[in-house]
């Protein structure tokens, strides 16, 4: 059972909140260690606050949120279930102002840990700056040909999420990466949110604005479609970007992604032992402990618990124990990890950009695959010991739509990081695929 610190620090805020405002005012308120091919080893409307599946990676800080926004209509995850498909077993600115050159490619450095040839470096002050709406967005590219794959991490990360994926891709492709509005080292916007609208609309201009031009020499007159790859909300936003912006769109990469079904029977009741307690239960009740005290308070004090909270969690020894509840390869939680989550988080903008997120309504999933039409490729990259996203939900979206591959993965929430010698064969086999 995933018991967050965040999910515990924000109940019981909350309980002492609601029990103050309402006697003062009566208002109610296997385990593959190693990598392997490319690798070189060595209901409601109410509250839309429900836990789990939000977080990208890092989201162990802003594990302020150990709920999920894009989970909002609370249909809760159910239990992991078998599959057919292969298993692989071996407006603020931010904190620090991101570069306003072009750092094609990104710094890399030698693998500490030594399983693995390189990484991207962490540069404390970000990559490159591209100004979108108003708001500087951090950027960074590498690679000079082959296919375009644009990766999209999730709640919380940012594009150092990816850094073993980068340089290892960019030897067959034209990566690209972006931190979206309100992460990384992107600016903590004060907009709103609801409906992740604004993220599509950002990928998609990303896409038109600096994706296309830097292709313009491709034969395709810079028309290039571009590949989506994303994790947990980065998978939901990679969709539902394909959805709204099909002619920019080759095909979709959903790495554990996030996202709700409107019907929650389609994932089934599941059972103790077959998930996490907590699982059972939220599917039972559709209504997470957290929504059932937040609908309690008012808003006023949902951001107060929220901001106590996010600062509560706002320490490495926490974020390291919140990864490593959904890490397989612990030894990749690291200290450049932590700071890469911890770093964005300290712009004062950073908590008040988690409570919109996190409060939040996004379009269901079956939605989102029903505008695509069976047409668009997908693949299902899926860590089969993910807690949060549990297999179970890939099986929905494969049910939902026939034209989805799958590969299961031995890792957990976040593959590309957690065990990346597993992720990086399979998907650029895949995305050189989709030339042919």
């Known amino acids: 059972m995933i018991k967050c610190a965040f999910l515990h620090s924000v109940s019981s805020l909350a309980t002492s909140a609601t029990a103050a405002v309402t006697s003062g005012s009566r208002s109610s308120i296997s385990r593959s260690r190693s990598g392997s091919g490319c690798f070189r080893s060595a209901a409601p409307p109410q509250s839309s606050l429900n836990r789990r599946d939000l977080l990208g990676a890092a989201s162990a800080l ?80 590498a690679g000079e040909k082959g296919p375009v794959v644009v990766f999209i991490h999730g709640f919380g990360a940012s594009v150092y999420h990816w850094r073993y994926l980068v340089p290892e891709l960019s030897k067959t492709c034209r990566v690209y990466a972006l931190d979206v509005l309100g992460f990384g080292w992107s600016d903590k916007a004060i907009v709103d949110y609801d409906g992740y609208e604004i993220w599509s609309d950002q990928i998609a201009d990303f896409i038109k604005e600096i994706v296309q031009p830097g292709c313009s020499n491709d034969g395709n007159g810079g028309a290039e479609k571009a590949i989506l790859v994303g994790n947990s909300l980065g998978g939901y936003n990679s969709l539902s970007t394909a959805a709204a912006h099909p002619e920019l769109v080759k095909g979709v990469v959903l790495l554990n992604a996030a996202g709700r079904f409107e019907d929650p029977a389609e994932v089934g009741e599941g059972d103790e032992d077959a998930a996490p307690a907590a699982d059972a239960a939220a ?94 490729p997908l693949l299902l990259l899926w860590g089969s010991e993910d807690p949060w996203c549990v297999p179970a939900r890939a099986t929905q979206i494969e049910n939902h739509y026939p034209k989805a591959e799958r590969i299961n993965i031995l890792s957990g929430h976040c593959p590309h990081d957690d065990t990346p010698g597993l992720v990086a064969g399979p998907l650029e086999k895949w995305v050189q695929g989709l030339e042919t």
């Open 62 to 141: 802003t594990a302020a949120t150990t709920v999920n926004p894009v989970l909002s209509a609370g249909a809760a995850a159910g239990p992991s279930s078998s599959s057919s498909a292969p298993i692989v077993t071996a407006a603020s600115t931010s904190s620090a102002a991101p570069s306003t050159s072009i750092t094609s490619p990104p710094p890399t450095e030698a693998d500490p840990h030594g399983r693995y040839s390189e990484r991207l470096k962490l540069l404390p002050k970000g990559w490159n700056t591209w100004k979108w709406r108003n708001h500087n967005i951090n950027w960074l590219t």
């Open 283 to 376: 599917a039972a009740s559709q209504v997470s402990l957290l929504q059932r005290v937040t609908t309690q308070v008012s808003t006023a004090m949902k951001r107060a618990v929220v901001s106590a909270s996010f600062i509560f969690t706002k320490q490495p020894a926490r974020v390291k124990q919140v990864l490593g509840q959904v890490y397989v390869d612990k030894t990749n939680i690291d200290d450049d990890l932590v700071d890469s989550i911890l770093i964005p988080a300290q712009d004062p903008a950073a908590s008040e950009v988690f409570y919109r997120v996190i409060t939040a309504r996004g379009t269901p999933v079956n939605r989102l695959l029903d505008r695509l039409e069976n047409k668009m």
